[in-house]
């Protein structure tokens, strides 16, 4: 069975850091691109960056270039998302979600088959 | 950026009805077009992929249709689990991109 588990997430004030661990297991993690999803409270869905297989293709949302670092360790079947300089707009729940359809004409994009729960993330002083 | 943008936004219905959501891209996406149903409290799942692919698993009530830039969810005869929101999402170009959202509540 294929799951992604979310933890780290937690209260941090205004310009502080957070470091977001995904756990996989039910799959071949190496052979597939990860993505970071978050949905702030009571809205839509957005996405936030991916990273390739190989860590050799990594794409960050506008909204978190510079700010945040997406990495991944293929032995430790696990993703990560370093989150520096926090903002309240960056209040959200974050999901991990395994890609599938992966194009690189355009940018490193996919669909999402399978999402973990989710780790709140909450900006505010 | 590719715009998305679904109607309606939130829509009451029935058991059994047939109930249809159209999103429609700013630019033409071809047929990269994917819907998700996020229920309450839960993480969100994938429904269609590639505009009109079933995803394994998903009941055959659900289709999808369109390319270019207009496409449609479609439920044959709406269940008491399908009470939920949808939100499609294209993967033609990054950023990829997902809809408003369509809140599908009992009527």
């Known amino acids: 069975e294929v799951q992604l588990v979310e933890s780290g997430g937690g209260l941090v004030k205004p310009g502080g850091s957070l470091r977001l661990s995904c756990a996989a297991s039910g799959f071949t993690f190496t052979n597939f691109v990860i993505s970071w999803v978050r949905q702030a409270p009571g809205k839509g869905l957005e996405w936030v960056s991916s990273?390739?297989?190989?860590?050799?293709?990594?794409h960050y949302a506008d909204s978190v270039k510079g700010r945040f670092t997406i990495s991944r360790d293929n032995a430790k079947k696990s993703l990560y998302l370093q989150m520096n300089s926090l903002r309240a707009e960056d209040t959200a729940l974050y999901y991990c979600?395994?890609?599938?359809?992966?194009?690189?004409?355009?940018?490193?994009?996919?669909?999402?088959?399978?999402w973990g729960q989710g780790t709140l993330v909450t900006v505010s002083s | 950026d590719i715009q998305m943008t679904q109607s309606p936004s939130s829509l009451s219905a029935s058991v059994g009805d047939r109930l249809t959501i159209t999103c429609r891209a700013s630019?033409?996406?071809?047929?990269?077009l994917n819907w998700y149903q996020q229920r309450p409290g839960r993480a969100p799942k994938l429904l269609i992929y590639?505009?009109?692919h079933l995803q394994g698993g998903v009941p055959s009530r659900f289709s999808g249709s369109g390319s270019g830039t207009d496409f449609a969810l479609t439920i044959s005869s709406l269940q008491p689990e399908d009470f939920a929101t949808y939100y499609c999402?294209?993967?033609?170009?990054?950023?990829?991109?997902f809809g408003q959202g369509t809140k599908v509540a009992i009527k």
């Open positions: 999402q294209q993967s033609y170009s990054s950023p990829q991109t």
């Open positions: 990273i390739s297989s190989t860590s050799s293709y990594i």
């Open positions: 979600a395994r890609g599938q359809g992966i194009t690189m004409v355009r940018g490193l994009v996919n669909y999402f088959d399978y």
């Open positions: 630019q033409s996406i071809d047929t990269y």
């Open positions: 590639g505009a009109s």
